[in-house]
């Protein structure tokens, strides 16, 4: 497997931007119900009993999140993080789409950890990769939602063109059910060292247990 985490770069203009990267090789599948059975749902049933829509904003990585959205120059009420808007639809007992495992592990992990986090096909990614703000007017095909504008989004590009980003990503990599080889990427905002650590092993606990891979490389880009 290549190691494009290694090739992962990071603009000045996203100083407060940080990402906890994980590659793998894995066997996908369309559900997981154990996975479902013992840790997605339970938490789910927790979110929605113990969270509030008001209470959702003032979440620490959420708050920071948006933070970062402003500093680019976003209208972060009109551009919500991925994980807020995955968390409002619990809390208002609508649930999740089900899509495949991976795509499952990485809604769970988003839930818990409260913040974006995409997965992406290695297969599909042309890198290197940066990290950076795109340009006024720059847009990509969104999952699920068609032509999308991500000017100012904070994005990965790879050789092709923007691929994700912690708001919506891209088809062009998404992951299907034959995928093999798999980039997990956690969209960080003023985290400190110990709670970057603390992400970095969760996802590779989550990880291991979800899927067992032979090996997880991981990366922490500050």
Known sequence: MEDLHTTITKQANLEQAQLVTATFGFTNSKKDTAFWDTTLTPLLNEIEADLTLEQIRELPNITATKKAYKAVGLDAARHRPSS??????????????????????????????????????????????????????????????????????????????????????????????????????????????????????TVKTVLQAAFNPEEITTEIIA
């Open 84 to 201: 807020d808007s995955l968390l409002r639809r619990v809390v208002k007992g609508q649930g999740l789409y089900q899509i495949n495992a991976l795509v499952d592990v990485n809604n769970y992990l988003s839930l818990k950890l409260q913040l974006p986090i995409g997965s992406y096909d290695l297969a599909k990614i042309d890198g290197p990769i940066s990290y950076q703000v795109a340009e006024e007017g720059a847009e990509y095909a969104g999952i699920g939602k068609g032509a999308i504008n991500i000017s100012h989004f904070p994005t990965l590009v790879d050789q092709q063109d923007a691929f994700g980003s912690p708001i919506s990503d891209s088809t062009r990599a998404m992951i299907a059910p034959e995928t093999t080889e798999a980039m997990l990427v956690v969209y960080a905002f003023g985290q400190s060292p110990a709670q970057l650590a603390a992400i970095e092993q």
